[in-house]
């Protein structure tokens, strides 16, 4: 399946892109995630935990840069995955890309999203993952403004909230349903 996310950065580009490309610097922001090995300069393995649904899953994975085009700002990345109780596994390939904005920078991300096994019926309405992962995105975009506020107070990668993220999903299915609007 695919969908499409973006978010502000209150950077210009030519002062976000490093940001965005320093994955050790911005592991912390990400809902759920932990960075656990950097393989090389392109290639990280970690884990995050989502919730689809009532089903809380924890995947281990790899990400890797495949394609990074610095004076464009945009970037190639897949990730894969394999659920900690053998549950099935996630693929991912997406890109994103920086424009001016108002606000600085506005990130645009489109992804191509593979579940197999059991995970697959889990989060089988299309729209479920779209509001995961849109609220996921959302934190994430929220920890690293504060992050960007106040380096000094990076913290280490939080568990995402179960609650805040079940709220966030249903808001979002909500408006799309009733036609409140687009989700970013």
Same mark, same amino acid.
């Given at each position: ?78 990730? +894969?995955?394999? #659920?900690?109780?053998?549950?099935? $596994? &996630?693929?991912?390939? %997406?890109?994103?890309? @920086?424009?001016?904005?108002? =606000? ?42 504060? +992050?960007?506020? #106040?380096?000094?107070?990076?913290? $280490? &990668?939080?568990?995402? %909230?179960?609650?805040? @993220?079940?709220?966030?999903? =249903? ?14």
């Amino acid at each position: 399946m695919e969908f499409d996310n973006a978010f502000e950065v209150p950077l210009p580009p030519e002062q976000a892109w490093p940001v965005l490309m320093n994955v050790q610097g911005i592991a912390p922001c990400m809902p759920g995630a932990q960075l656990t090995e950097v393989v090389d300069d392109k290639t990280y393995k970690g884990n995050i935990g989502v919730r689809l649904g009532p089903v809380a899953l924890t995947f281990a994975g790899t990400v890797v840069f495949e394609a990074i085009d610095n004076t464009n700002y945009s970037a190639s990345v897949r990730a +894969q995955g394999n #659920d900690a109780k053998g549950r099935g $596994a &996630a693929q991912a390939k %997406s890109t994103f890309r @920086l424009e001016p904005s108002a =606000a600085g920078s506005k990130v645009l991300v489109h992804t191509d999203l593979t579940l197999s096994g059991a995970v697959a019926q889990y989060g089988r309405g299309v729209g479920m993952i779209q509001a995961t992962a849109s609220a996921i995105m959302n934190q994430f975009a929220n920890n690293l403004k504060k +992050q960007l506020a #106040d380096p000094s107070a990076a913290a $280490a &990668a939080k568990p995402i %909230s179960a609650a805040s @993220l079940a709220g966030q999903v =249903a808001w979002t299915a909500i408006k799309d349903k009733f036609g409140g609007g687009k989700s970013e």
